[in-house]
């Protein structure tokens, strides 16, 4: 019994198998049938897709070559449609199947189908790209990173061109995001603050954390580099803030936005501004993130001497620089608090003394405070401030206060 019933399973699958897939050969036989027009061709191609065949790859393969030997004897715009339509539907194939083999005739299709070419619809080289990401083709990874590069760069106002391009653009970040390399980040980064339609820029954006999850050093490069403009390093900044990067790795890139904000010289007052505006981001986050290297306190330090010494200082940024050391409170943050406090107690002596300083010496005065520091020059200065005649009843109760903050 058992072994009747062995081979009617045998038999159903067989049966199940035979259904599932067709004989290849009549389809081989078809679209290389020498009297087969591109509509036959497609035809065939359309009737594989719908049966939804799994595992062939190498039909696939065999399929795109035929079509490529017969892309040259195109002669209408009709013939052109059609063409277009199957390539699509062998790239697909070939990127459902992981099919590596065809890479070579992938790119070439992408070359063959390439919107520089004014009959290209920009259809078929998009899929064709995906297809490359799709398979990992890891070998033409550089040239799908300088054909996006060359899109980006290259802006387009005709409509009709646009169009097309952005197709090819579509295939090009689909290929990078599948296959993942951290090479791919940077030029999806400046598709996604390109010239590009708005669809086509939130495609990009949503697709960088898909490429790699810590673009920290790559992020870095691009706000370094004096050829992008301030906007795009601030993009470049905020886009670090929005990864699953370690904090380690905003808090490098962070420490290269402050620095950047002031490196970057220009008279152009709305770059002045965006620079302004990563500046005070980047001190906020390294409040939170923490020093990465020494030069985050030299350029905090540049910071609030150059708004604590202005005619129209930003009594924001005071605080923001203030607030940063004195919650990072490491030995450095409190020596620089200990500089401020030290030039204000001098300035308290002698004068001038003004709204400025004692706005100033209320924020320094707590996050003094907060640092928990047993250093005792520190403990020195504050005591000194207490009991001063010349500081005002209320600025020796702000140091009292620090003082007990401190334990003492």
Same mark, same amino acid.
């Given at each position: 019994?058992?072994?009747?019933?062995?081979?009617?399973?045998?038999?159903?699958?067989?049966?199940?198998?035979?259904?599932?897939?067709?004989?290849?050969?009549?389809?081989?036989?078809?679209?290389?049938?020498?009297?087969?027009?591109?509509?036959?061709?497609?035809?065939?191609?359309?009737?594989?897709?719908?049966?939804?065949?799994?595992?062939?790859?190498?039909?696939?393969?065999?399929?795109?070559?035929?079509?490529?030997?017969?892309?040259?004897?195109?002669?209408?715009?009709?013939?052109?449609?059609?063409?277009?339509?199957?390539?699509?539907?062998?790239?697909?194939?070939?990127?459902?199947?992981?099919?590596?083999?065809?890479?070579?005739?992938?790119?070439?299709?992408?070359?063959?189908?390439?919107?520089?070419?004014?009959?290209?619809?920009?259809?078929?080289?998009?899929?064709?790209?995906?297809?490359?990401?799709?398979?990992?083709?890891?070998?033409?990874?550089?040239?799908?990173?300088?054909?996006?590069?060359?899109?980006?760069?290259?802006?387009?106002?005709?409509?009709?061109?646009?169009?097309?391009?952005?197709?090819?653009?579509?295939?090009?970040?689909?290929?990078?995001?599948?296959?993942?390399?951290?090479?791919?980040?940077?030029?999806?980064?400046?598709?996604?603050?390109?010239?590009?339609?708005?669809?086509?820029?939130?495609?990009?954006?949503?697709?960088?954390?898909?490429?790699?999850?810590?673009?920290?050093?790559?992020?870095?490069?691009?706000?370094?580099?004096?050829?992008?403009?301030?906007?795009?390093?601030?993009?470049?900044?905020?886009? %670090? =803030?929005? @990864?699953?990067?370690?904090?380690? +790795?905003?808090?490098?890139? *962070?420490?290269?936005?402050? /620095?950047?904000?002031?490196?970057?010289?220009?008279?152009?007052?709305?770059?002045?501004?965006?620079?302004?505006?990563?500046?005070?981001?980047?001190?906020?986050?390294?409040?939170?993130?923490?020093?990465?290297?020494?030069?985050?306190?030299?350029?905090?330090?540049?910071?609030?001497?150059?708004?604590?010494?202005?005619?129209?200082?930003?009594?924001?940024?005071?605080?923001?620089?203030?607030?940063?050391?004195?919650?990072?409170?490491?030995?450095?943050?409190?020596?620089?608090?200990?500089?401020?406090?030290?030039?204000?107690?001098?300035?308290?002596?002698?004068?001038?003394?003004?709204?400025?300083?004692?706005?100033?010496?209320?924020?320094?005065?707590?996050?003094?405070?907060?640092?928990?520091?047993?250093?005792?020059?520190?403990? %020195? =200065?504050? @005591?000194?401030?207490?009991?001063? +005649?010349?500081?005002?009843? *209320?600025?020796?109760?702000? /140091?009292?206060?620090?003082?007990?903050?401190?334990?003492?």
């Amino acid at each position: 019994m058992k072994r009747i019933l062995s081979i009617v399973v045998l038999t159903i699958a067989g049966m199940t198998l035979f259904a599932q897939t067709p004989n290849m050969d009549f389809f081989r036989s078809e679209l290389n049938r020498p009297q087969a027009t591109h509509a036959d061709r497609l035809a065939t191609l359309e009737t594989l897709r719908d049966l939804e065949v799994t595992g062939i790859g190498d039909f696939y393969h065999e399929a795109l070559r035929t079509l490529l030997s017969v892309e040259p004897n195109i002669t209408s715009i009709n013939e052109r449609d059609v063409m277009d339509r199957s390539i699509i539907i062998v790239a697909q194939g070939l990127g459902q199947e992981a099919y590596l083999e065809a890479a070579a005739d992938l790119w070439q299709a992408v070359l063959t189908f390439d919107v520089i070419r004014d009959t290209s619809q920009g259809l078929a080289m998009q899929e064709a790209l995906s297809a490359l990401g799709q398979i990992g083709a890891q070998e033409y990874l550089p040239h799908i990173i300088q054909r996006l590069n060359d899109f980006n760069a290259l802006a387009q106002s005709d409509l009709e061109t646009r169009r097309r391009h952005q197709r090819g653009v579509v295939g090009a970040i689909n290929a990078l995001t599948a296959l993942g390399e951290p090479e791919g980040f940077r030029p999806v980064f400046f598709a996604a603050n390109g010239w590009y339609d708005s669809s086509i820029r939130a495609m990009a954006s949503t697709a960088l954390p898909n490429i790699v999850e810590d673009p920290g050093e790559i992020i870095a490069e691009i706000i370094r580099d004096p050829s992008i403009t301030p906007p795009i390093k601030y993009e470049a900044w905020r886009e %670090m =803030l929005r @990864t699953r990067a370690p904090d380690e +790795s905003k808090a490098m890139v *962070a420490s290269v936005a402050l /620095a950047t904000s002031w490196n970057y010289m220009t008279p152009n007052v709305a770059w002045q501004t965006i620079l302004n505006d990563m500046r005070m981001s980047a001190i906020d986050n390294i409040r939170v993130l923490g020093v990465h290297d020494e030069s985050v306190y030299t350029n905090l330090a540049r910071t609030y001497t150059s708004q604590a010494t202005s005619n129209t200082p930003n009594y924001d940024m005071i605080t923001r620089v203030i607030n940063a050391l004195g919650t990072v409170a490491t030995d450095e943050a409190v020596d620089l608090l200990m500089q401020f406090l030290q030039q204000l107690h001098d300035r308290r002596q002698v004068g001038p003394w003004g709204q400025r300083e004692r706005a100033i010496l209320q924020t320094i005065l707590p996050a003094l405070g907060n640092t928990g520091s047993q250093n005792m020059d520190l403990r %020195m =200065l504050l @005591t000194t401030i207490e009991r001063a +005649s010349y500081y005002t009843g *209320a600025e020796q109760g702000w /140091a009292r206060n620090a003082l007990r903050a401190l334990g003492y």
